[in-house]
């Protein structure tokens, strides 16, 4: 509303920059709480900070009132929450509480997909939608909405993984992990930022998000290949080629879609591009976490094929950091081989 086409992208560069970096203070803060506070704290911080917004608001955000009534679409609402709960509960049952043939599983799968088709035949004939079908038709919408579902899914995953493998693997603590997660800030905050100017300067914006992509499947691609003795100033630099990538596609798909619809439909577009990074988020963790399961227990299973050694407690194999680089090196080694 504050700011037409051509000055958005800077203004969304700046938001992607604050977006990816309190993204990414998150974990160190979390991890600062753990060893310092209380975990609960973790939820605690979002009262203070919510009272800042929302005092901050209040007094500098004036925008003219314009009161027009509205009919909100509670069912379709409920019936998309319903869709997302079921299919996320397959991705983090299946394989692990559950078979994945398991006739628990396969009803949720069904009933998930099956509850998205009632949700876009409940949308098609509501008179305000949640999310209007008709966007749909719109290319620009439809790409756009699928690259942030794959965004959020690289995003969220990196974030939630990489200080699994900074503190089991490498033995650093919470708040450590989290320091060394700055690297992807640095990133994100260049090319966020950069990209907004350029863009703002030229009117053009598709090639930052093609070429962010390209560098984000080639950085997850690099990541995949970390070892247990990998030099710390290399997993920085691979941590960094994502952030960078991140930092291109982290607000340009905002501008895409909101060049792309019409003024009406702004709201809805650019909160439904929310909502696919988000629900990318939550299932990409949930596949990443089942995938990191099965692969650990069957990994585990090789390298101890006997079960776990005399003299050694079974809960410290599963248990904390601090708990698996107190363990021997006869089963140290072998248990973080299976981690990485």
């Known amino acids: 509303d504050l700011f037409g086409p051509r000055e958005r992208g800077r203004y969304q560069g700046l938001f992607g920059a604050v977006f990816g970096i309190s993204s990414v203070l998150g974990p160190l803060l979390g991890g600062f709480f753990t060893e310092s506070l209380s975990w609960r704290w973790v939820f605690w911080i979002n009262v203070p900070l919510g009272l800042v917004a929302l005092v901050t608001i209040q007094r500098t955000l004036h925008l003219p009132k314009k009161r027009v009534e509205h009919s909100i679409d509670y069912v379709g609402a409920a019936l998309i929450v319903a869709a997302v709960s079921a299919i996320l509960l397959v991705t983090v049952w299946g394989g692990n509480e559950y078979e994945w043939n398991d006739p628990l599983i396969v009803g949720l799968a069904v009933l998930g997909v099956a509850l998205i088709g009632v949700f876009v035949a409940w949308e098609l004939r509501v008179p305000e939608p949640l999310l209007p079908m008709r966007l749909f038709k719109n290319p620009v919408f439809s790409n756009t909405s699928a690259v942030s579902f794959l965004f959020g899914i690289a995003f969220f995953g990196g974030i939630i993984y990489l200080p699994v493998y900074l503190q089991v693997v490498r033995g650093y603590g919470p708040t450590a992990s989290g320091l060394l997660l700055l690297p992807l800030v640095l990133g994100i905050f260049i090319t966020s930022t950069v990209s907004g100017l350029l863009i703002t300067r030229s009117g053009r914006y598709k090639i930052f998000p093609v070429v962010g992509l390209g560098i984000i499947a080639a950085a997850m691609l690099w990541l995949s290949t970390l070892e247990v003795d990998t030099p710390m100033w290399n997993v920085s630099l691979r941590i960094f080629v994502l952030g960078f990538g991140l930092g291109l596609v982290i607000q340009t798909l905002v501008v895409a879609v909101q060049n792309a619809v019409a ?14 990074r988000s629900m990318g988020g939550a299932i990409g963790t949930a596949v990443f976490g089942s995938v990191l399961t099965a692969t650990l227990t069957s990994s ?17 194999i599963s248990g904390t950091p601090q708990a698996i680089q107190a363990l021997p090196d006869a089963v140290r080694e072998p248990l973080l081989a299976s981690f990485m």
């Open 263 to 276: 003024p009406r439909d702004l709201g809805v577009a650019t909160s439904s591009n929310t909502f696919f």
């Open 300 to 316: 585990l299973a090789g390298q101890f094929p006997s079960g776990t050694p005399d003299g050694v407690d079974p809960s410290a």
